[in-house]
């Protein structure tokens, strides 16, 4: 980077969770048998003609608004031209000079502070539908074709060249889904392709004002990969500058198991699309009033939510944060906290153990075996000393791996926590004798002996014993031993 600054700018894709496509009434939903959700109309036969699915219009607002975007009083379709067989009517309707919204943005969390991304636009369009390709694309015999997203709706969400770094661009990235999933208008799921990224990059002299020559960067298939691919296309530029060379306007693709970026194709290539008004379509008029109503039933979004957490349960920024990447994240915190009012404990359990098993077993947190209500109680459990902080441990992943109550799993397994001074007494005494030296160290005035001492018990005992009860009577019996 010696030198060197990056320039991204994203251009995402966001599938909308409407039953019916965007113009006619085939189900939208995905995963159904290949061609079961089609029509004449999403097929582009002859004499059909489209028709704009209200709710299609409705959740574009939303995001809009949620985005800090414009929503056009007057906006209209446009046909977009290309040839592939996934396209059957050999156009694509989306929106080109006049799109639904623009001029908004949304905020990031930096290194140093919240940076403002904006926001282009925000335009509605039909997905395409898919091939399946026998093998590769290159090496396979024939393709079959599934024309069951053909026709799903879609927002195209296009920000400004704003972004410096690969980390800032995944935190926008990371951002956006938060948000647009909080309006409850996608799943934003990566994996499943209900959101997509784009990247264009383009690198200049730090400090310098224009803008270097940008490729685009398709084929990213989640936040990781997405900064992965930026760094390597930023080295790649930069060594090609330094070489003395220019860099080509040109997609290209992200391969994942060599870490590198490929062309896919020059602007020399690239298509016309001889974009034209769509002549099916009237334009759209949106009233003031339907968009103020929209925005009325807008729900709490990210940093609102951030805010509240922030103030309301004294959490630091980084767990306000964390909390509130998903809605479901943030309500399985609140409905915990409801129940357990310690919200710091709550959310160092939920970040810490309760993330790490969620992500080993690829759980999503609203099918966690432990429920709020069970985390609730396994925190009181170690408040009232039933059982140990650490013991707490122990006892919460077998209640993930089995769904069991807190109370049932301690019984089964014997792990109440040793209060009596009486039952500790015999292996403090055997712990001392059997540690001369370090018990001499602590006499000495090293403090951290008492530490390995109140360790080796703990080991006795299996981590049952009371650590501060262990810790009162090694001291006593030290004390005892002097006399
Ligand atoms: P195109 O004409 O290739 O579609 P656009 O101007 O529509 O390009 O921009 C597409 C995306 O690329 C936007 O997100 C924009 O912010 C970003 N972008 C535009 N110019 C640059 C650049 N020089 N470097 C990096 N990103 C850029
Ligand atoms: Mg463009």
Request: net charge neutral.
């Amino acid at each position: 980077m010696k030198g060197y600054e990056a320039v991204i700018g994203l251009e995402i894709h966001v599938e909308l969770k409407t039953a019916s496509k965007i113009f006619c009434s085939s189900s939208a939903h995905f995963g159904a048998e290949p061609n079961a959700n089609i029509c004449p109309v999403c097929l582009g036969l002859p004499g059909v003609l489209p028709v704009l699915n209200k709710r299609v219009v409705e959740y574009g607002i939303r995001a809009a608004l949620a985005l800090n975007c414009e929503v056009a009083r007057f906006s209209k379709f446009d046909r977009k031209n290309y040839y592939y067989p996934d396209l059957p009517k050999n156009y694509q309707i989306s929106q080109y000079d006049l799109p639904l919204a623009q001029h908004g943005y949304l905020e990031i969390d930096t290194g140093n502070g919240r940076k403002r991304i904006g926001i282009t636009r925000v335009h509605m369009e039909e997905d395409a539908g898919k091939l399946v390709h026998q093998g590769t694309v290159t090496t396979t015999p024939y393709s079959l074709v599934d024309y069951n997203r053909t026709g799903v709706p879609l927002l195209e969400i296009v920000s400004e060249p704003d972004m410096r770094s690969p980390e800032e661009a995944r935190a926008y990235a990371e951002k956006l889904r938060s948000i647009i999933q909080f309006t409850g208008i996608s799943d934003c799921k990566m994996e499943e392709g209900s959101l997509r990224v784009d990247a264009n990059v383009s690198v200049r002299p730090a400090g310098s004002q224009g803008f270097g020559v940008k490729t685009e960067i398709k084929n990213v298939n989640s936040f990781r990969a997405l900064a992965r691919a930026l760094a390597y296309e930023i080295e790649r530029q930069i060594s090609v500058l330094e070489e003395g060379g220019r860099i080509v306007q040109e997609t290209r693709t992200w391969d994942e198991g060599k870490g590198v970026t490929l062309s896919l194709r020059s602007k020399e290539e690239a298509h016309d699309y001889r974009y034209f008004p769509e002549p099916d379509l009237p334009p759209l008029v949106i009233s003031r009033e339907w968009v103020e109503e929209i925005r009325r039933t807008l729900p709490e979004l990210p940093d609102a939510r951030r805010e509240r957490y922030m103030k309301e349960y004294g959490l630091p920024a980084y767990d306000a944060g964390v909390l509130t990447t998903t809605r479901e994240i943030g309500d399985y915190f609140e409905s915990c906290v409801r129940l357990y009012p310690r919200p710091k404990t709550v959310s160092n359990w939920v970040m810490g153990e309760l993330a790490r098993l969620l992500n080993a077993t690829n759980t999503e947190i609203t099918a966690s075996p432990v429920k709020p209500e069970q985390l609730a109680t396994l925190l009181k459990l170690i408040d009232d000393g039933t059982i140990s902080g650490k013991i707490a441990k122990t006892v919460f992943e077998e209640m993930f791996n089995t769904g069991k109550d807190p109370q049932a799993v301690v019984e089964e397994q014997g792990l109440v926590q040793i209060t009596d001074a009486a039952a500790l007494k015999a292996v403090v005494e055997k712990v001392i004798a059997a540690n001369p030296k370090v018990v001499a160290d602590f006499k000495q005035g090293k403090d951290k002996a008492l530490g390995f001492l109140v360790g080796q018990v703990m080991k006795e005992t299996r981590g049952k014993a009371n650590p501060q009860l262990v810790n009162r009577l090694l001291k006593e019996s030290i004390a005892n031993s002097d006399n």
